[in-house]
């Protein structure tokens, strides 16, 4: 269950490896209006069903002032697929334009109480949580979504508005703990 | 006949993936001469005795019935990829996908059996 409530402030995070050898922490999105931190990684079904939405989504909502970043939480011992170095070659063949970043010792998945992947959390101006869950309703087929819950929060957040439905069940993949 | 159903809750298409074979199976005429039985993976344990490879896993006559078998991970939560004719990457095989392998490799095994239609049950 997540640890973050909606309305509560943005869980800061410090020095995650990226994809493109940069290392980020939160304080550098700040000029960004709105900004969606998912979880992620690469092996999962769930993921790779939705993530060329994903890429779709930060093309048209960059110039609004939306900004996606991903972070792969999960054990690559259990789940190779996932080491970094698999991180960076899943992102460029699958031309990701949003940071995805390493979270090695899975401290932001445990202080967000994330679950799942893909499992996103959206942050408003004053970075405090005003959606947390799905992208949308149908991993299956991008045709038959009814529900674009990302996009529908967003789009209220830039009119100035609350979202309507402001928390979803997150469907994907468990995150990958390590062994204690 | 008996099909074997492998999941774990862990993953949110599990009750997807069972809906989808029964109802095909009965779009088939099949429903009455294959049983489905649910088998829970609960545990790592059971994940590494079965070969699981993850949710959804459907097994008949001790083969998958979408042949390539990926790889089991000992992971009673890992979830199942399964690749659509469209190419594109699914938790849940598609209804088509359900539809040719129960026609490709359900279909004749129930014959064999003569359990099929057109046949008697013995």
């Not at chain 2, 996908?97 to 057109?118: F, W």
Request: contains cysteine; glycine residues 8%.
């Amino acid at each position: 269950m997540a640890r973050i409530a909606i309305g509560e402030a943005m869980i800061p995070f410090e020095n995650l490896p990226g994809v493109d050898g940069r290392s980020y922490s939160s304080g550098d999105f700040s000029s960004s209006p709105l900004l969606a931190l998912f979880f992620s990684c690469n092996h999962c079904p769930y993921v790779q069903a939705w993530e060329g939405r994903f890429v779709q989504f930060q093309k048209e909502y960059a110039d609004r002032g939306v900004q996606l970043v991903a972070i792969n939480s999960n054990d690559d011992t259990a789940y190779p697929e996932d080491s970094f170095e698999a991180m960076v070659a899943r992102a460029k063949e699958k031309g990701f334009n949003f940071p995805y970043l390493r979270d090695a010792d899975q401290s932001v998945a445990r202080a967000y109480g994330a679950e799942r992947t893909p499992e996103f959390f959206l942050f408003d101006r004053e970075r405090r949580l005003i959606y947390h869950g799905a992208f949308d309703d149908n991993y299956e087929d991008p045709e038959k979504v009814r529900h674009p819950w990302l996009k529908m929060a967003v789009e209220a957040a830039l009119a100035g508005r609350e979202p309507e439905v402001k928390e979803t069940p997150p469907v994907g993949c468990t995150i990958k703990w390590k062994r204690r | 006949m008996l099909v074997e159903y492998l999941y774990s809750p862990s993953c949110p298409s599990w009750k997807e993936g069972l809906t989808r074979l029964l109802e095909v199976l009965e779009e088939e005429g099949l429903k009455d001469h294959v049983e489905v039985r649910r088998v829970l993976v609960p545990d790592e344990e059971t994940a590494a005795r079965l070969r699981f490879p993850g949710t959804p896993t459907y097994r008949a006559l001790g083969e998958d019935l979408f042949g390539d078998t990926p790889a089991d991970r000992g992971d009673h939560e890992a979830c199942r990829a399964y690749i659509t004719p469209e190419g594109r990457v699914s938790p849940i095989p598609s209804r088509a996908m359900l539809k040719g392998a129960v026609r490709s490799r359900l279909r004749p095994a129930v014959q064999d059996l003569g359990e099929g239609q057109g046949t008697e049950r013995r």
